[in-house]
């Protein structure tokens, strides 16, 4: 008898807990439903999602907008050929008698194979992706696109600078990826990436922004990355960052990891500056970018105006220059303190690398500088950046 009346006792607590719990959600979906009455007081909007994304159960749904951006995105595979040299070469005593270039035990070139990604901007075949996906001694280039059709690829143009490349295949009617606005992009926006990891064809993951503006992460020095958290894995390169509108905000580049997969830190170049890039490569063959000398600079700060003792907040102070570059030629010299150009305060280094690379070819740039404690000003003629020219470094 006290065993059945303890079974009995059990089975109506489980009972009573399960109304309880069904209840609550009952309570919540009625309450989330119920409209306000009047005269029961203002309640605050609630943040509405993208138009393309529809609730389901309270969690954004992306299906639709993963639909729409899948047909867009491509694997790209790409035949390189890297030289092999003889384990000779490295021997003092080899290099002694033969020289330092010889090459005559064994040395030879071979095929390596990259797999990345691609995102088709144009109807007409315009394919976007890296540039370490592509590479620099690239002899056959295969684009893969999602209705199983392979197409030989021709380079239009790559930009180790931004690790951008334009590809174009001879396919017309094309699913085309339409372009987003980086540069309204917030911390926390849900975003998803498209890619093929490990070969994995049309692969979506989902993540938000987790910062932006992010510089010296080692993948290229000329950008000022998205990072997020969705997961990117090798074979990503190259591929979609979308926001939820099915719009490309990104071009998924390289990834923070000590295991060589995801934790969580990937990084992709913004759509505007992937854009402007790739117009150039399409119509110059290469980006032209302003220069002004090659000029050594350090971002002001606390420990650095103690130091010096500069009592200046913001700017570079220029550490060392060339002789003869567009900057000499204006006067700046050593020393100077960098605050301002055309009148926009500089912040540090990363804004003086943009501004200078972004300046129309032939242009003049007003420098305002700090000398001596009095505020100077500098016309700088902007040039062609060239093979002996370089952006002014950044530090790391």
Known sequence: MKRLLFVVLAISVGFAAGLVFTGRLHVAET????????GAGRAEPEPQPDAAVRSLSG??????????????VTNISSQQVVRETSPFANDPLFRRFFGGDSDMFGGRDRRETALGSGVVVSADGYVLTNHHVVGDNTVEITVGLPDKREMRAKVIGTDALTDIAVLKINATGLPVMPWGDSSKLRVAEWVLAIGNPFQLSQTVTLGIVSA?????VGAAPYVDFIQTDASINPGNSGGALINGRGELVGINT???SQSGGSQGVGFAVPSNLARKVMNELIRYGAVRRGWIGNVDVVPMSAQVAEQTGINVDHGVLVNRMTRGGPSYEAGI?????IVAI?????ADDTQLVRIVADAPIGSTLTVSAIREGKKVEFRVAVQAMGAASTLPPRRR
């Open 333 to 337: 010299r050593p020393g100077d303190v």
């Open 59 to 72: 969690l954004p749904d992306f299906s639709t907008v993963a639909a729409g951006a899948i047909g867009a």
């Open 31 to 38: 309450s989330s439903a119920t409209p306000v009455a009047a």
């Open 212 to 216: 932006l503006g992010r510089t010296n």
């Open 342 to 346: 055309n009148g926009k305060q500089l």
């Open 254 to 256: 390289a990834i923070y």
